[in-house]
């Protein structure tokens, strides 16, 4: 993680009512959305690959969840790292369709690549993509298996047959209130595996209010820069003994 672009954010956002910790999170889903899959640890039976599921939480018209989101999605459009960013409400299969944006050279053309599946997802409000309507046309269970950056996935539609998905990789960056998570989640789906992968980040003790907030637009172009060779790593990645050890007292 780079520690330089996490500082950065938040203090991009220093003078505004975002708290840091909305901060910090919105810039790991920056660094989150620039790694994609294309970096993993080795953790035995499986790989732990980068991607997060982050909801912002607050109160309604509080703590300035929008502008923790938004900002960071200009940094990385601004980047132009040529990711693929969605931000509206689909159906299952739009939102594979949505995700196959990569392109591949096949001899001398350049083809859509129809089995890369990659995406992420920045929406001001959580149930703008997720609700009961999303639920029950299916999209309560295909982003399980795309947060697990299944290697191969199969996916079944009425339409068009079976879809089969390579190297998939979803990642979100929300806000939402508490009522509104309702909404969004319906409660019978509480004890799915989606909302165990959901990490939501909650904020209730307001910043001192800001009249006209500012923002540095040199820092917000330097830090499009670093997203830059983020973007470029890839590989097995490794974590320190002293995180293994904290892992281990955390989860015993």
């Not at 990642?171 to 004890?191: D, Q, R, W, Y």
């Not at 040199?218 to 892992?247: C, D, N, W």
Request: glycine share 6%; aromatic share 8%.
């Amino acid at each position: 993680m780079n520690s330089d672009f996490l500082r950065g954010y938040i203090d991009l956002l220093d003078d505004s009512e975002v708290p840091n910790i909305f901060s910090l999170w919105a810039s790991i889903a920056g660094v989150s959305c620039a790694l994609g899959r294309k970096v993993w640890v080795d953790w035995g039976l499986f790989k732990i690959y980068p991607n997060f599921y982050i909801v912002l939480v607050a109160g309604s018209g509080q703590m300035k969840k929008s502008t923790a989101i938004n900002n960071m999605e200009e940094i990385i459009r601004l980047a132009d790292l040529k990711l693929n960013i969605i931000s509206q409400m689909l159906t299952p299969v739009a939102l594979i369709d949505a995700m196959r944006v990569k392109e591949k050279v096949e001899g001398k053309k350049i083809i859509l690549d129809k089995g890369h599946c990659e995406g992420y997802v920045f929406a001001d409000e959580l149930n703008v993509f997720l609700n009961r309507k999303s639920f029950e046309a299916g999209l309560g269970t295909l982003p399980i298996p795309l947060y697990d950056c299944k290697t191969r996935l199969e996916y079944r539609t009425k339409s068009r047959g079976v879809e089969i998905v390579e190297d998939a990789c979803l990642g979100m960056l929300a806000g939402s209130t508490v009522a509104f998570i309702k909404l969004a989640i319906p409660e019978e789906a509480i004890n799915t595996g989606l909302v165990s992968r959901i990490l939501f980040v909650y904020a209730d003790d307001p910043s001192p209010p800001v009249h006209k907030p500012s923002i540095n637009e040199g820092l917000k172009a330097r830090l499009a820069e670093q997203l830059e060779p983020i973007s470029k790593l890839s590989g097995e990645m490794f974590v320190t003994s002293e995180l293994l050890e904290y892992h281990k007292l955390m989860y015993d």
